[in-house]
């Protein structure tokens, strides 16, 4: 249905460029009154082409408007509350060794896809709060979850654990550190499979 509309309203812009072509071309090759109006022709000209673009990015889900409602609903839905706890370097590794403890991922897709910490979860920033309970949907409630992002000054592990022990889960910890330090200490992981 979205695709269709997308369609549609690709299909309108182009008309009204097509428009607003011939428009000008008549304004410059024709009569004198016409010539006077310009100003008005080119600002209806601007007008419409907003119309159509705020009309695109409202109805797309790749569209701007769209793009940064998501962020916004994540980053207003998912302050930090209270502080959770944090974990270093060894306890990551020893966790990831015996197995006892989920990897959520915090970073984007394509950081995601180019490396990460074997049998991590990705929960990209942009996921709306039933996307990430469908992606956390096999994961006891119970079970160690650490969350990491790409480095000790990214923000967006502290902003989902939190949101995590909010939405139920009992043992969330940080790894601060995040993917920078997990690759300086260690070679990044082959699990690359989806």
């Given at each position: 249905?979205?695709g269709?509309?997308?369609?549609n309203?690709?299909?309108?812009?182009?008309?009204?460029?097509v428009v607003a072509?011939?428009t000008?071309?008549r304004?410059r090759?024709g009569?004198?009154?016409?010539?006077r109006?310009?100003?008005?022709?080119?600002?209806?000209?601007?007008?419409v082409?907003?119309?159509?673009?705020?009309?695109?990015?409202s109805?797309?889900d790749?569209?701007?408007?769209?793009h940064?409602?998501?962020?916004?609903?994540?980053?207003l839905?998912?302050?930090p509350?209270?502080?959770?706890p944090r974990?270093?370097l060894?306890?990551v590794l020893?966790?990831a060794?015996d197995?006892s403890?989920?990897f959520i991922d915090?970073?984007?897709?394509?950081e995601?896809d180019?490396?990460?910490?074997d049998?991590?979860?990705n929960v990209?920033?942009?996921?709306?709060?039933?996307q990430?309970?469908?992606r956390?949907?096999?994961?006891?409630?119970?079970r160690?979850?650490i969350?990491y992002?790409?480095r000790?000054?990214?923000?967006?592990a502290?902003?989902?654990?939190?949101?995590?022990?909010?939405?139920?889960?009992?043992?969330?910890?940080?790894?601060?550190?995040g993917?920078?330090?997990?690759?300086?200490a260690?070679?990044p992981?082959?699990?690359v499979s989806k």
């Open positions: 249905m979205l269709s509309v997308n369609h309203i690709a299909q309108l812009s182009a008309a009204a460029l072509t011939v000008l071309f304004i090759s009569a004198t009154a016409a010539s109006r310009w100003p008005l022709h080119a600002l209806a000209i601007v007008i082409a907003g119309a159509v673009g705020a009309a695109y990015h109805a797309s790749d569209g701007l408007i769209s940064y409602e998501r962020v916004r609903a994540v980053r839905n998912a302050l509350q209270e502080r959770v974990v270093d060894s306890e020893r966790s060794d197995r403890a989920t915090a970073r984007g897709t394509l995601f180019s490396g990460r910490i049998s991590a979860v990209p920033p942009d996921l709306m709060a039933d990430i309970r469908a956390l949907a096999n994961v006891p409630r119970d160690p979850l969350v992002c790409s000790e000054s990214c923000e967006t502290d902003v989902l654990a939190s949101r995590l022990a909010r939405d139920g889960f009992t043992n969330v910890r940080v790894f601060s550190g993917w920078e330090i997990w690759v300086a260690t070679r992981s082959s699990d």
